[in-house]
């Protein structure tokens, strides 16, 4: 079956990637930092206020930021690109031209086996840091909102894959493509809510936003979970979230056809 070589290469990328489990529980260690430095920050912010921020009081905002944190270990893609663009670079795609294999399902299945052995890895850690904070949670009450939220999750991950994936290709064209990956991530990182909540922004550019990818690759779900996003909204949410996952898939293949085009086969 089809299926097959791809749970045989998912298997493989378990235990390559479990190789390095020690250095994905130091780096979600080493990620509390940014997150004790941001609650001392809104901790100021909220003290001097004396007040809420456009429906925000302290505790949600450090709820938030927990959501943030555990939402981006389990769909950010962890050197993927890096990857993706070693192996064009090297040629080390030609193997895998000669084999009934798509690379966009190969490295695919490296991508989830990488999110699974990384979100086991540093669960741990998160899970202290939110017992630490368990008097700022505040679970939704319905069902719905938790199946909402992981489908919005779901989603946000293959959308991040995607995006990571369509950048890696520029390495058909260019030898160095980390100018263009720090650019980009540097937007996600801005506009993707990692910084701050979006909605807390003027109205006007909300608007704006949520008709942007990066919208989605995080603040959609946290928002979905965190109940802000309910009834038309939500619905809108939804949909502009699925318009961009079938575009950025529909880029990863338009960009790996059209390098192929451009591709001189070097190394083994």
């Not at 930092?33 to 302290?58: K, S």
């Not at 979006?198 to 608007?207: K, W, Y």
Request: aromatic share 18%.
């Amino acid at each position: 079956m089809k299926i097959d070589k791809y749970i045989s290469v998912f298997n493989i990328g378990l235990q390559n990637t479990f190789v390095y489990r020690w250095n994905y529980f130091l780096r979600a260690l080493f990620g509390l930092i940014p997150l004790a430095g941001t609650v001392f920050l809104w901790r100021a912010i909220f003290h001097e206020r004396g007040g809420g921020l456009h429906g925000y009081d302290y505790g949600s905002m450090i709820y938030y930021y927990l959501l943030a944190l555990l939402v981006s270990n389990l769909v950010t893609p962890t050197e993927d690109e890096w990857q993706i663009a070693a192996d064009i670079r090297e040629g080390q795609i030609n193997s895998l031209l000669t084999k009934p294999m798509s690379y966009l399902s190969y490295r695919l299945s490296i991508f989830l086996s990488g999110r699974l052995v990384y979100t086991a890895v540093t669960l741990p850690p998160i899970v202290l840091i939110f017992i630490y904070f368990r008097h700022y949670i505040a679970p939704p009450e319905h069902v719905t909102t938790y199946v909402l939220a992981c489908i919005s999750m779901v989603m946000a991950a293959f959308m991040q894959f995607f995006i990571t994936y369509s950048l890696a290709m520029m390495a058909f064209w260019i030898l160095e493509i980390s100018t263009i990956v720090f650019i980009v991530y540097s937007f996600e990182y801005f506009l993707g809510g990692q910084m701050f909540p979006i909605d807390i922004m003027p109205a006007g550019i909300q608007a704006v936003m949520k008709w942007l990818p990066f919208y989605y690759e995080l603040f959609c779900p946290i928002a979905i979970f965190l109940g802000r996003l309910q009834g038309t909204a939500l619905a809108q949410a939804l949909a502009i979230q699925t318009g961009w996952l079938l575009l950025t898939w529909a880029a990863a293949r338009a960009m790996w056809k059209r390098g192929l085009g451009h591709y001189q086969a070097v190394g083994g």
